[in-house]
């Protein structure tokens, strides 16, 4: 290219020269043409005088310089204007394969540009968009919270925070989308126009509906089964009253009339309402670990035992039995609920006792896989024959007679749907005759508290 | 104190839809010390008619304490212990919920409407009978209940 410009100018000046030449020397030429000279060079140089090639010379350098320097701006204007083009090519290229819609309006809000994107969300041509102007598309609701981000964020600060409304489609139908509006200011720093990236976030709005209207549900399915649990046990209560207080009655004022057997039968009839009664109370308790549970919190395990371990005074100290423990660890757990789960289960230890006085220690050790700790309660009873194991946590199943050891049975099942609410597991490991460790899993307290 | 309760008895109202609970406790107070006379509605509108001297119950007379079951037909008891504790007449009469509930609402509900105590019936028939002679101790003999002028 250079050299092509170089070589023009120098031959421009040449015929100039050329010309000049002919012009001044037209009888030396004529007389070239007609009569060959001896020596090219001289008849080149004919009767030029020293300064004048001197000149020309540095003439036809100058020009051919000037040329080649010209020749390279235009070169680099071109190459620029190329590059221009191409990356011009790639960004509208990149505009238009992206996902994300983008728009761009004045300062008045008038669609001034938008990708293909935007367009196929509001199922609008682009042509009609470029026509429109933003509060067009925008339900009357979300206008003046718009309004003002623009003017609170946008231009002030060149961007807002990433923000939800709605978009109206061709159709009428309503879009829910999220986006983030920036400012473009001219080279004084004037407020020029602004552009968005848009979203649409219908998939994301669906999901939320969707969870709060199950949670909704939830709750009011909860508050059914606690409603249905107080007047059940309430209405269920009374009768059995009724039962076990008349049956007593009897006993006590017709003693004389009643012989062993009718005595005995009463006596049954009595034990098995109040039993009922008892069954009516633990079932309410189980249902209230879901709906009257408190939120997890941090709690220290250590307290929670100890707690446990007053309400079980009485029997502690009938049963001489010593309770020990190492230190316990914080964990995320409801703290009353916490109580319940060691009380029911060194309840248990304690009645399933073995002849000598019970021992009883409570440990922690860390469960990485169940990411939090694992606990156990151990002690030296009778112990729980394998095949058991999974049994004894269903509720109201027992392994023993009302005699043999009374209970309804309702321990283990309420530890393990307070165990399950915390997302843990409980289970045991035993010998019979030698003793059982109950073990049960709590989430961690996070780091920090 | 003993003196008074020894020449008048003592009017007790009370409300109480189940026959069988009204018996243990009309045995109960029979039992006692105190002088007494048991008049037995057995729903909430009938408390109140009786309280308001209406109806059928134009020479009833005004009792110096009311024993409440919540658990009743037609109006319940929480709305009875409302109008009492609402009515400038009738606030100043002793009422004692006696009641099989162990609901903690039910609790709440009760004393934010000013009851005087709330008692849950035993589920033995003889802490049942200890109850009430309990309840008749404390109020009829040891409490100085409010006497019976015009309300303030």
């Given amino acids: 290219m250079v050299i092509a410009a170089a070589l023009l100018f120098g031959l421009l000046f040449w015929v100039v020269d050329g010309l000049v030449d002919y012009y001044k020397y037209r009888e030396h030429v004529r007389f070239l043409i007609f009569k060959a000279p001896e020596n090219i060079l001289d008849s080149l140089f004919l009767n030029v005088s020293t300064p004048d090639l001197f000149a020309r010379i540095t003439l036809m350098a100058t020009c051919l310089i000037a040329g080649s320097l010209l020749a390279r701006l235009l070169h680099r204007q071109m190459e620029s204007a190329e590059a221009l083009r191409a990356s011009e090519i790639r960004y509208r290229r990149l505009h238009e394969s992206m996902r994300d819609a983008f728009v761009q309006m004045d300062m008045q809000g008038r669609i001034t540009d938008c990708n293909t994107a935007f367009a196929q969300m509001l199922g609008r041509s682009m042509a009609q968009l470029r026509t429109m102007h933003q509060e067009d598309l925008t339900p009357e609701m979300w206008r003046a919270l718009e309004a003002r981000i623009i003017q609170e964020q946008v231009v002030p600060g060149g961007k807002s925070d990433v923000y939800e409304k709605e978009l109206i489609r061709d159709d009428g139908s309503i879009l829910p989308v999220e986006l983030r509006t920036f400012l473009i200011t001219d080279e004084g720093g004037h407020p020029m126009a602004m552009w968005a990236i848009v979203r649409d976030i219908s998939e994301r709005k669906r999901g939320e509906r969707e969870r709060e209207a199950a949670l909704a549900a939830l709750k009011r399915s909860n508050e059914d089964l606690q409603r249905f649990a107080y007047v059940a046990s309430h209405d269920l209560q009374e009768p059995l009253r009724m039962v076990s207080s008349y049956t007593s009655l009897l006993a006590e004022r017709y003693a004389a009339q009643l012989d062993d057997q009718a005595r005995k039968y009463i006596r049954y009839a009595v034990d098995g309402a109040l039993r009922m009664q008892t069954l009516i109370r633990d079932l309410l308790t189980l249902s209230r670990v879901e709906t009257r549970g408190a939120g997890l919190q941090t709690v220290e395990a250590g307290p929670a035992l100890n707690k446990a371990i007053a309400n079980l005074k009485a029997m502690i100290d009938e049963t ?112 019979p005759g030698q003793g059982t460790t109950f073990y049960f899993t709590l989430p961690a307290a996070p780091i920090g508290d | 104190m003993l003196e008074a309760t020894a020449t008048k008895p003592v009017d007790i109202l009370l409300v109480e839809d189940n026959p069988g609970d009204v018996d243990l406790a009309r045995d109960a107070l029979e039992d006692g010390k105190i002088n007494n006379r048991l008049h037995v509605v057995t729903d909430g509108e009938a408390a109140m008619a009786f309280l308001r001297k209406q109806a059928q119950y134009q020479q009833a007379p005004r009792p110096d304490l009311i024993l409440l079951d919540l658990n009743l037909p037609k109006k319940d008891g929480i709305e009875v212990l409302a109008e009492i504790k609402g009515d400038d007449s009738l606030k100043r009469i002793p009422v004692v919920i006696l009641t099989t509930s162990q609901a903690e609402e039910d609790i709440l509900k009760s004393y934010n409407l000013h009851a005087n105590c709330y008692l849950t019936k035993p589920l033995h028939v003889g802490q049942f009978f200890s109850l009430v002679k309990s309840i008749e101790s404390f109020w009829l003999s040891i409490v100085v209940l409010p006497p019976h002028g015009d309300p303030q």
């Fill in chain 1, 320 to 431: 001489g039995a010593k309770i020990s423990n190492d230190p316990l660890p914080r964990v995320q757990a409801d703290e009353a609920q916490m109580t319940a789960v060691f009380q029911n289960l060194m309840h248990n230890s304690l009645k399933f006792r073995r002849a000598t006085p019970p021992h009883i220690h409570v440990s922690a050790a860390a469960d990485r896989e169940a990411g939090g700790w694992r606990f156990a309660v151990q002690d030296d009873g009778i112990g729980i024959d394998a095949q058991y194991a999974d049994k004894i946590f269903v509720i109201f199943k027992r392994l023993h007679t009302q005699a043999e050891y009374p209970g309804t049975g309702i321990g283990l099942a309420l530890c393990k749907r307070i165990i399950e609410r915390h997302r843990g597991r409980i289970w045991l490991e035993s010998v």
